[in-house]
């Protein structure tokens, strides 16, 4: 299935992906790969850069080599491997910071979100050893390694973990508050808030 003969909505998409890691013994179609490549592709980039760099990982020898670095492949017999090259990834004018993990983490959301649309399982990874993978993969010195997202048919269906309530997480700003509380300019009078 390819991602535009998907009949899954967005908010099927957001709302069934699930960190997958029990993954049939069969690996994922090449046209499968292709569709996720293709949702990569799409992810926006600080300043439209596009320093992502992905290694598509298949080699039985490679992926046993990788569960030396990390052991969360779950068995997954494709591993996308995402990296960024720091030699070109977009750091803010005003203090340098990087942002090539930002671009490697909306690259690797895409995947995943991609990968439910085609039925597939994903889970994203970041607790690997870097230098492991780095000589398994002989990544350039240039690329930094952001993520491995283990891909397959899913062998488990389950709902997303829990989340926090909304009004956990968000903080509305109805107003200027430090200009009008209590008729104060909280900046001015050099008070700073709690
Ligand atoms: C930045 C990031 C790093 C993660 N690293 C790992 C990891 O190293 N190993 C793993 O099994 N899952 C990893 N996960 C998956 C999270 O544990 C999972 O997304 C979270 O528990 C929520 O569960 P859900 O994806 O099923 O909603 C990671 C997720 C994110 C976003």
Redesign the pocket.
């Known amino acids: 299935m390819t991602l535009k003969e998907s009949n899954k909505s967005f908010y099927d998409c957001i709302n069934e992906?699930?960190?997958c890691?029990k993954f049939k013994e069969d690996r994922i179609k090449t046209e499968e790969v292709e569709q996720l490549l293709e949702a990569a592709n799409l992810a926006p980039t600080a300043k439209n850069i596009q320093p992502q760099r992905i290694y598509v990982v298949e080699n039985e020898a490679l992926l046993q080599k990788l569960t030396e670095a990390?052991k969360?492949t779950?068995g997954a017999k494709t591993v996308f491997v995402v990296c960024y090259d720091k030699s070109i990834s977009y750091k803010r004018a005003i203090d340098e910071k990087e942002h090539g993990d930002i671009d490697c983490?909306i690259v690797a959301t895409h995947m995943m979100l991609a990968a439910t649309a085609i039925n597939l399982g994903s889970?994203?990874?970041?607790?690997?050893n870097e230098e492991i993978v780095r000589a398994v993969l002989s990544i350039p010195a240039n690329y930094v390694v952001s993520?491995l997202l283990p891909v397959g048919y899913p062998e488990e269906i389950r709902e997303?973990?829990t989340r926090i309530d909304i009004e956990d997480f968000v903080i509305y700003r109805w107003f200027d508050w430090k200009l009008t509380l209590l008729g104060l300019d909280l900046q001015d009078a050099k008070v700073q808030p709690i």
């Open positions: 992906r699930f960190s890691r990390t969360y779950y983490a889970v994203m990874v970041c607790a690997f993520c997303h973990n």
